[in-house]
Nanobody, 124 residues
Framework: QVQLVESGGGLVQAGGSLRLSCAAS????????MGWFRQAPGKEREFVAA????????YYADSVKGRFAISRDNAKNTVYLQMNSLKSEDTAVYYC?????????????????WGQGTQVTVSS
């Protein structure tokens, strides 16, 4: 069992930045693919970014490419999402997720563990 706890959400003006963190309880954190997803009001949850075990491979949704950056620190059991040039349409609850195996995927059904989410609100 893996517990994931997100932090770093909040209210920010459009054009600003936030860094989300996700702390994992897993003893073998470096064996999990990690992902970030988000769910805006009235919409389905969608993929944002994912990162491989070592951090050598990253994937992004087209809507955040060039603005967001996912990274991980396996020594701290933590994955990050640096969000820059935020837009009002980035407003959502952001979820951290962990997936066993080596394949980096964007489909949420492949992820095994989820955090409770952290709210990000971007004011225009």
């Amino acid at each position: 069992q893996v517990q994931l706890v997100e932090s770093g959400g909040g209210l920010v003006q459009a054009g600003g930045s936030l860094r989300l963190s996700c702390a994992a309880s897993a003893r073998t954190f470096d064996s999990y693919v990690m992902g970030w997803f988000r769910q805006a009001p009235g919409k389905e949850r969608e993929f944002v970014a994912a990162i491989s075990w070592t951090g050598g491979r990253t994937y992004y949704a087209d809507s955040v490419k060039g603005r967001f950056a996912i990274s991980r620190d396996n020594a701290k059991n933590t994955v990050y999402l640096q969000m820059n040039s935020l837009k009002s349409e980035d407003t959502a609850v952001y979820y951290c997720a962990a997936k066993t195996g080596t394949r980096v995927v964007t489909r949420e059904s492949w992820y095994d563990y989820w955090g409770q989410g952290t709210q990000v609100t971007v004011s225009s």
